[in-house]
């Protein structure tokens, strides 16, 4: 062996140790980013729950707004889509309150509205959408009960 065959040899071990030592650079910088990016997503995915929780509060609230300010036994409906990530077992509605309790990997999250006057109902067991039905039992100042129900609409034939 030549003194020149032994340095390419060396040559070509530095230059696959320096390929190595990038690579291993680059796929430390790629767990940076992607473990930074699920961060991201876990807290947008949060805060997408707890608004479409806000939005099934809100709905539950603004029709039970219209009744409280309604003659007695007038009736309201409302479509409202309740999330999957929704405790319903420790949601309710009750006093001057609907509240929804979300459940994240994160953190969990009470979404409260508050109404004009006194609303009772309950929830359904499991998520989806469901139509409530509202009626007020005595105009302004008076109460409203909410009580829900799974609408299913069969296509017509023709």
């Not at 473990?35 to 876990?42: I, M, N, R």
């Amino acid at each position: 062996m030549t003194l020149a065959s032994l340095h390419m040899r060396s040559r070509r071990g530095q230059i696959s140790l320096e390929y190595m030592m990038v690579a291993v650079i680059l796929t430390s910088a790629l767990v940076v980013v992607f473990a930074v990016a699920f961060g991201l997503f876990s807290e947008q995915k949060a805060a997408l729950q707890v608004a479409e929780a806000r939005t099934a509060a809100n709905g539950l609230a603004e029709m039970a707004n219209f009744l409280c300010t309604a003659p007695r036994n007038t009736t309201s409906r409302a479509s409202i889509f309740i999330p999957s990530f929704t405790d319903l077992t420790q949601s309710s509605i009750d006093n001057r309150t609907i509240k929804f309790f979300v459940k994240s990997r994160d953190a969990d999250s009470v979404v409260t509205s508050t109404t004009l006057c006194n609303v009772t109902g309950t929830f359904p067991s499991v998520s989806g959408t469901y139509v409530f039905r509202g009626v007020s039992t005595g105009g302004y100042g008076g109460s409203v009960t909410l009580n829900y129900t799974l609408e299913i609409k069969r296509p017509t034939s023709g």
